[in-house]
């Protein structure tokens, strides 16, 4: 990777800086990077007030790869993963070469083009017209080149996640592989118990051997409340969009003349086509033109609308004329324009309003003033001062907050700042936190609220004087002054009850029902926690993690295990009474890993065995929540339950379900019932859950129909986060889960927290999507939020913004550390505003605007018919690309789709959001897959909803074997399949080896140790550790790819025209899918179609 640091003047807080995360770390001072300036933490030393020496526990620096355990390596292996870049490639998709396609209009302002009647891209050549003036040139060249992988990601859909059901059902050798994972079918345990079956069977009955007392609940601990509340906040859209600078109109479409299909460079531009052409021409009544071959029509998605392909309107005589994909705006090659304009520099916080990198383009932040891209994006970095412009324009104005996000080694961790006693400064009036854009005055004895504008005094231990530009001269002593991000000690008056929180705990809650036992599942975590227990989340160097754990086994009952490092062997204790849970043992129950090591040793040898005959297939589910809820309050401590379960809760029992599985329902008004839980019995759960601070992470094993929608509700509103393995077996599944587990045990956590986020005056935030709870309107609340979570808010204005002083964002986090400090996170973002369009059309991220959209979609499911969400995507696209065609693109031909050059992925992107399994499943798609995706969208970051929505395929023999980096990839199409080639697709789920039938034989020896392209075992799912260079480096690359990923994603080999590719070519996502979801050629047609309504 190529990060350049230019030495850069920095300020005191250099670049290198602790870190929090991994398992050691330095403390200030002797900072070994060397470009820290000599004096850089002097302040902090000082006589000063705030920064003590005192190594504060959170600040380290490791990142999280640092001394991880095993598995844990999983950052970066080529050096390059984690943020994953690919150096530069050369390979270039498409045929248009880089130079010459440019030929604009040169008078266009946003570059818009001519007739052609569809998209307008950059690289497209133009057919006619003045050469590109220079400035629009630069601007497309900009960023061609380069070969990078692409992230952008589509929602498969068509084929479910599963197998395609004739081979999963028939070998059993692929059950699993499927996405998702779905069920082979039958797989039944020996008892009938299946769903519905209540039986009753003595709760002891199991009870392993050295079941000792079995204390009656002395105290009935407290019930469960019934439920109902409402869980997600939420309402519509209507957001506000974005813009970029960089703003080169979308290229034209380009006509071919009919027959001709363009690839390669296009010559000379083509004699002017009148918008009338045959082919092309985009009728009124909406028909589109001819559509690509093999996509016949597009039918019914979107409802009125006429068909797109073939459409009933007037008859088209010429055979249709395919639109060239070519001419089309390609992910592929504005990601790798953005690798090339923007991956080499450092990107500089300094300036308000700036749009950062792509999240593709691997680049080093510097704070300067404004929280790092890592942690807030936003959908425009220029909001129109007006409600009634972001009316007009309808870009949604929203920011994407990963309020814990883990950074690259070489950027540095929020500064920790203690204040003492006094705790830190705040605004009198609306409480927000000093940071760098508050003003001081009268000579540094006041301060003007830069949210509020209120004046507040300067507390006496902070007076400072001010230079003469009106700065405090300790300004670049002091992070909150001089920095976007940052963290203040928190004092006891941010601790609940006035205490300081003790150390989190962590309990283990293993399901040792049949299934559970009879698929290995319990032997595999037992043995494994066994050594992971070791690598707890620990802080500030400390030698060994301040967090306890406990263990808990269930299946119809409850058996707590007494673990105390003065036993000489595990006592357990068996709950029977589900109804009203307690907890047996206090001392004894939550203990230090290496003070109880041999006790819990024993305790996970003995498991197994203790189960090992079981017959019980039973499970409750809400009461083993409830249990571990009551053990950290018994504890008084905020913590983790790690929940490993198998089947529907149909024992009798708070929070039993019922199989309501129903896919007659989808298309129908009630498909909304399938994403919503069956019970508020598990919103009432939820809600005593974030009030302890007790974040649950479950992690399921079903064989059938779980009932995922309703089982998620507790990991989802306390912050946690749901893993689904599908009819798991070990020899299949055993590396994904470790690889998860392990991950997930050892990631830095923020427990009992609650998040705010203050703005200035003229916009607030309306609306909140995620995984959290939220009590009030403005406070989100979130039991457990880690490092991988993010919090996606929307703003609307409630008043004029000036486009002088911008609006300015600061997200407060309040939570308790992995070694049980208290602190507050504090993330500040100054905007642009503006008073004409386009300059919120030009500095506006479509990835990020894909995120909002997809999350808001999401939630949409929950209380309107799938249909109607979707039309509301697509008009919501129209509004926002018609009101650019009508206020900031130059006039042309109605014929011609122009798009604002930052949003001119934005139909390519939505399309897939569209066909998506969440809202347009394929018959493949469990009712389980589609609650499991739509949850986890739900707390996706912006990177992982533009490689989920679109795949990433990565062609691996076109680039020399000895090249380091990633190889570029190409576009999610079928057409763009070599069969002489082998490809690796990924989503940040899914992984696939694609191997076309051309193959050279001996590519297939390299990487298969097999002779001919037949021998290769379809659905294999680890390749061969072969001895030569290919070998090497297309796993090498899979380890790259998956370190990139925050789930493991299990590799699944797919040889062309066999059965599996049909699940492969799910995620070929700018093809039409088997559920009817639209290609991009049609949807872009279709898209064109509903702008020209609009404007006419
Ligand atoms: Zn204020």
């Known amino acids: ?119 307008s891209q950059p690289t497209v050549l133009q057919p006619y017209g003045p050469p590109p003036t220079s400035a629009q040139v630069t601007a497309q060249l900009a960023g061609m080149q380069i070969g990078g992988a692409v992230a952008p990601a589509l929602p498969p859909v068509g084929l479910g996640y599963g197998p395609p059901t004739s081979l999963a059902s028939a070998s059993g050798s692929y059950p699993n592989s499927g996405l998702y994972g779905s069920y082979p079918q039958g797989q039944a345990p020996p008892l009938s118990q299946a769903q519905g079956h209540l039986g009753a069977q003595p709760p002891q009955r199991s009870a392993p051997p050295q079941a000792s007392g079995f204390t009656s609940p ?46 390669g460079p296009p010559g000379p531009p083509p004699p002017m086509h009148s918008s009338q052409q045959p082919g092309y021409q985009l009728q009124q009544n909406g028909s589109f033109g001819p559509v690509r071959g093999p996509q016949p029509n597009y039918g019914s998605p979107y409802p009125g609308a006429p068909t797109f392909g073939s459409q009933p309107g007037p008859p088209q005589p010429l055979p249709p004329k395919r639109l060239d994909p070519d001419a089309i705006p390609s992910p592929i090659q504005v990601i790798e324009d953005d690798r090339n304009n923007r991956g080499s520099e450092p990107f500089v916080t300094g300036v308000r309003g700036q749009v950062p990198p792509l999240v593709t383009t691997n680049f080093l932040v510097k704070d300067q003033g404004n929280a790092s891209p890592r942690y807030i994006r936003c959908t425009s970095y220029n909001i129109p001062c007006t409600s009634d412009m972001a009316k007009q324009a309808q870009v949604p104005l ?15 961790s929020p500064y920790v700042v203690d204040h003492g006693e006094s705790g830190p400064l705040r605004c009198n009036r609306c409480k927000a936190y000093m940071c760098p854009f508050m003003q001081f005055v009268e000579g540094g004895r006041r301060f003007q609220c830069c949210f509020c504008s209120c004046i507040n005094d300067v507390p006496p231990q902070y007076f400072q004087h001010l230079d003469h530009t009106g700065k405090r001269v300790d300004a670049y002593d002091r992070p909150e002054l001089s920095l976007g991000s940052y963290e203040f000690l928190a004092t ?119 189960f090992a005959d079981t017959r019980e297939t039973e499970t409750v589910f809400a009461p083993v929540i409830q249990a571990g809820m009551e053990a950290l309050k018994a504890a008084e401590c905020a913590g983790k339950l790690f929940l490993f379960h198998t089947s529907l809760p149909i024992a009798e029992a708070p929070g039993k379900l019922k199989n309501r599985d129903d896919r007659k329902l989808i298309n129908t008004d009630k498909e909304k019932t399938l994403f919503q839980p069956q019970t508020g019995a598990y919103q009432t759960l939820a809600k005593e859950c974030v009030a302890q601070g007790c974040c649950v992470d479950l992690f399921l094993f079903p064989n059938q129909y779980v009932d995922v929608a309703t089982l998620s509700v507790v990991p989802q509103l306390t912050g946690g986060s749901v893993y689904k393995y599908a009819c798991f077996q070990v020899e299949n599944d055993q590396e994904r889960f470790l690889s998860d587990l392990r991950r997930d045990v050892q990631k830095v956590v923020g427990f009992d927290a609650v998040m705010r986020v203050r703005t200035s005056t003229g916009i607030r935030a309306v609306d909140f999507f995620g995984a959290f709870y939220m009590s009030n309107t403005t406070d989100v609340e979130l039991a457990g939020l880690d490092g991988d979570k993010t919090v996606t808010v929307e703003f609307k204005h409630d008043d004029r913004l000036n486009e002088e002083s911008g609006a300015l964002l600061q997200c407060a986090l309040l939570y308790t550390s992995c070694a049980g400090q208290r602190r507050l996170r504090i993330h500040n973002l100054a905007l642009n505003c503006c008073t004409q369009l386009a300059d919120l059309y030009r500095n506006c991220e479509t990835d990020t605007l894909i995120n909002y ?80 995706v739509r949850q986890l969208v739900t707390s996706m970051d912006v990177a992982e909803t533009n490689v989920f929505f679109y795949p990433r395929l990565l062609p691996l023999t076109k680039s020399p074997i000895e090249s380091a980096t990633e190889p570029p990839a190409v576009r999610a199409s079928e057409e763009r399949l070599s069969n002489g080639d082998i490809y690796l697709l990924e989503n940040g789920l899914n992984l696939f080896l694609w191997v076309g039938a051309s193959v050279q034989q001996g590519v297939v020896q390299s990487l298969f140790s097999v002779s001919s392209f037949s021998q290769i075992t379809s659905g294999l799912s680890v390749l061969p550790v072969l001895d030569n260079p290919l070998s090497k480096k297309v796993r090498g690359l899979i380890d790259s790819l998956r370190a990139q990923r925050s789930r493991y994603m299990k590799l699944i080999v797919v040889k062309q025209e066999d059965k599996l590719e049909m699940l492969f070519k799910h995620f070929l996502v700018e093809d039409k899918s088997l559920s009817g979801g639209a290609s991009y050629v049609d949807f872009l047609c279709h898209m064109h179609k509903e702008i020209r309504q609009l404007l006419s």
């Open 218 to 263: 002395a105290s009935g601990g407290p019930r469960m409340p019934s439920m109902t509340g409402p869980l997600l906040p939420g309402q519509g859209f209507g957001g506000p969009s974005v813009s970029q600078p960089n703003h080169v109109s979308s290229p034209p479409p380009q006509a071919l003349p009919p027959g001709t299909q363009m690839t």
């Open 1 to 119: 990777m190529n990060v350049n640091q230019s030495a850069p003047p920095v300020p005191p807080f250099g670049q290198p800086q602790p870190v929090y995360t991994g398992y050691h770390q330095s403390s200030y001072g002797g900072q070994p990077g060397s470009t820290a300036p000599p004096t850089p933490y002097g302040a902090y030393n000082g006589p000063v007030p705030g920064y003590q020496q005192t190594p504060l526990p959170g600040v380290s620096r490791a990142p999280p790869s640092s001394e991880a355990p095993p598995a844990s390596t999983a950052q970066a292996p080529c050096g390059q993963a984690a943020y994953g870049q690919f150096g530069q490639g050369d390979v270039q998709n498409g045929p248009s070469s880089t130079v010459q396609m440019q030929r604009f209009p040169g008078s266009q302002p946003f570059g818009s083009v001519p007739l052609a009647p569809v998209v």
């Open 398 to 412: 929203a920011a994407v907050i990963k309020p814990l996000a883990r950074l690259p080694p070489e950027e540095a």
């Open 492 to 610: 006891v008056d941010y601790c609940k009850n006035n205490k300081f929180p003790s150390p989190p705990a962590f309990i283990f809650m293993i399901d040792v029902s049949y299934n559970a036992i009879r698929s290995g599942l319990v032997r595999l975590l037992c043995e494994e926690l066994k050594s992971l227990l070791d690598f707890l989340p620990r802080e500030g160097g400390a030698e060994e993690s301040a967090i306890r754990v406990g263990f808990v086994t269930y299946n119809k009952v409850l058996h707590f295990y007494n673990v105390k490092s003065s036993l000489a062997q595990p006592q357990m204790m068996v709950v029977s009474d589900v109804a009203d849970m307690f907890v047996p043992l206090l001392d004894g129950f939550l203990v230090n890993v290496s003070e109880s090591r041999a006790v819990i040793t024993s305790l996970l040898d003995q498991i197994p065995e203790m």
């Open 853 to 932: 959209m997809a999350k808001f979609a999401y939630r949409g499911v929950l209380n309107s018919p799938v249909k109607t969400v979707r039309d509301t995507l697509i008009t919501q696209c129209a509004q926002i690309l018609a009101c650019y065609r009508k206020n900031c693109a130059s006039p042309s031909s109605a014929g011609q789709l122009i798009l604002p050059e930052c949003m001119k992925l934005l139909p390519v992107y939505l399309n897939c959001v569209l066909k998506s399994d969440v809202l347009q499943p394929g018959a493949e798609v469990t009712t389980d897959d589609r609650a499991y």
